[in-house]
């Protein structure tokens, strides 16, 4: 078994392969502050677990997180997975993250203070409770038969998934597809199953577009739960599912229906028919 010492310099040895294969290497490469703060950690600790033998490549980066595609292992049950780094700097870049966090967490007062103020431990306890439950929501929407990557690990700063794609590279986002004609009714009407079940799981998505939404084997695969909200303790959980439905009818040039279909399942949601 290696140590961790031996695993973490194997994971440096995986991103400084990468670094080299895209032309892109820097001699401070493996001296900056994020790397051994944020990508470091989580991707050994997956390694040690013997859930990913090897760093094949990023896959995106935003403002909040890294995606990178990793070859997985027996264990793993998946031989491509997909590891989101998230930045520790996530709630700088979130627009009107107070919105997303009413209802959520903290029963402790000591905590609420701090993350009121925004102080280093208040942001701490944000940063790691946000991922934890992203990781939580996937994984319950996962089990219950919802259009999402399956989750398989969380560790830190990172969770560990099924990769949408195959070695030649990731799903394309929905926003890049055109889907064709014949297709386009049956893709709609999945994307509506999948958000009622959602809402019948109690769980808004709060930020779905044609960017979280992949394209793989003629089917659209939800990402990125991190904004995702339960109608039950937040007051603009409403707002958030209408505002998803309405994007996603514009997407499918059916908004005013989408909308109507919003305003029935709301009801339906609120009168416990869904």
């Known amino acids: 078994m290696k140590t961790s010492h031996e695993s973490d310099a194997s994971v440096r040895l995986w991103l400084e392969r990468k670094a080299i294969r895209t032309g892109e290497f820097d001699p401070d490469f493996l001296r900056e502050s994020h790397l051994r703060e944020w990508i470091l950690p989580s991707l050994t600790a997956f390694k040690q677990q013997g859930l990913i033998e090897d760093v094949i490549m990023e896959v995106s980066s935003g403002k909040e997180a890294t995606v990178y595609s990793c070859l997985g292992t027996k264990k793993s049950g998946f ?23 009413e209802g959520r967490w903290v029963s402790q007062k000591s905590v609420q203070r701090a993350i009121n103020r925004r102080s280093t431990m208040g942001h701490q306890f944000m940063f790691e409770r946000w991922i934890e439950d992203e990781f939580s929501v996937q994984r319950l929407l996962w089990n219950n038969g919802v259009d999402v990557p399956k989750p398989i690990a969380i560790k830190g700063n990172t969770i560990l998934m099924e990769y949408i794609g195959d070695e030649n590279g990731p799903a394309p986002l ?30 808004v998505h709060g930020d779905l577009s044609a960017f979280n939404v992949l394209w793989w084997g003629g089917k659209a695969i939800i990402i990125d739960m991190a904004q995702a909200v339960d109608p039950r303790s937040n007051p603009n959980a409403e707002l958030f599912f209408k505002r998803d439905m309405a994007i996603l009818g514009r997407h499918f040039k059916r908004e005013e229906e989408a909308r109507e279909i919003a305003d029935s399942l709301w009801l339906g949601w609120e009168t416990g028919k869904i």
């Open 79 to 101: 031989p491509l997975l997909a590891a989101k780094v998230y930045r520790p700097r996530i709630f700088r870049s979130l627009s009107n993250d107070a919105l997303y966090r």
């Open 174 to 203: 929905l926003r890049k597809v055109k889907i064709p004609d014949k297709d386009m009714d049956r893709a709609f009407r999945r994307m509506l199953t999948n958000i009622r079940n959602m809402l019948g799981l109690n769980v």
